[in-house]
């Protein structure tokens, strides 16, 4: 089973599963993302790209390159003697990083593309009123998200009082977010900001970057960076989500 659980400096979420778990989730994102051939829903693709970057890591964690971890598995040496095996008391898990304003990023896009994939399997136009039709309910790639995005929340409930937690869980599902509308280099940019800060920081402004994610359309940063880049993707004749802005490079070691 998937876990997600804070990092020890906050400064994001560690993602760890057995071999089979990171390969369900893998495959239920590339299901539910965007490509760039799908023309009816193409003002998704860069958000779709951008998730998947989170499948990159969860790839390179499946193969090894990343963390391991051994947890115990229940197996005793009576239980061995009694099935006459022998087998390993522990399972080994995978694990790979995210960071936090990415995650709310990720949570957020994850909603947008799963109302696509409610439409597309109810063959109705509303989301939001076809989410038990019998072609959707029991959908295995919309559960493994939901359970994702679950334990993400989990996570997050421990940092927060109720109240604002309470506050938090209507902004992330909010109706009216538009994500696949953000500049991806805003992303970008709170990422690294977060990243300037230290523990204590970062638990007071979890909710404050959550809320500028989810609210990016009122943002002047925001609205400064997505002029500056539709401007240079006219241009350079590429698309935005190509552009990349001068200070925002992400340092070469984070200490989790």
Known sequence: MITISNTENLAGVCISGDYYDLYKLVQAFHTITINEFTEQY????DISTRVLGLCYHLRQAMQG????ELKNNGMTDEQMKHFALITPKHNVYYKCYCLYPEMFFIVLALNRLVEIRIR??????QAQDNAFDRKVIWD???????LFQARFQKSVSELMTENVFSRWLKLMNDNYIYIEQIALQYVDILN???LKMNRDKRLKNLSRIARRI???Q???EHREIKDVVVRAAREYNCSEAEIRLAGSEYPQEIIW
Not at 65 to 68: A, D, P, Q, S
Not at 140 to 146: F, G, K, P, Q, V
Request: hydrophobic share 35%; no cysteine.
């Open 140 to 146: 295995e790639t919309i559960a493994i998200i939901r």
């Open 218 to 220: 009122y943002d002047d």
């Open 192 to 194: 690294i900001d977060y």
């Open 120 to 125: 597309y399997l109810s063959k109705q136009k």
């Open 65 to 68: 390159n990343r963390e391991v």
């Open 42 to 45: 193409i003002q998704y693709h």
């Open 214 to 216: 989810a609210h990016f």
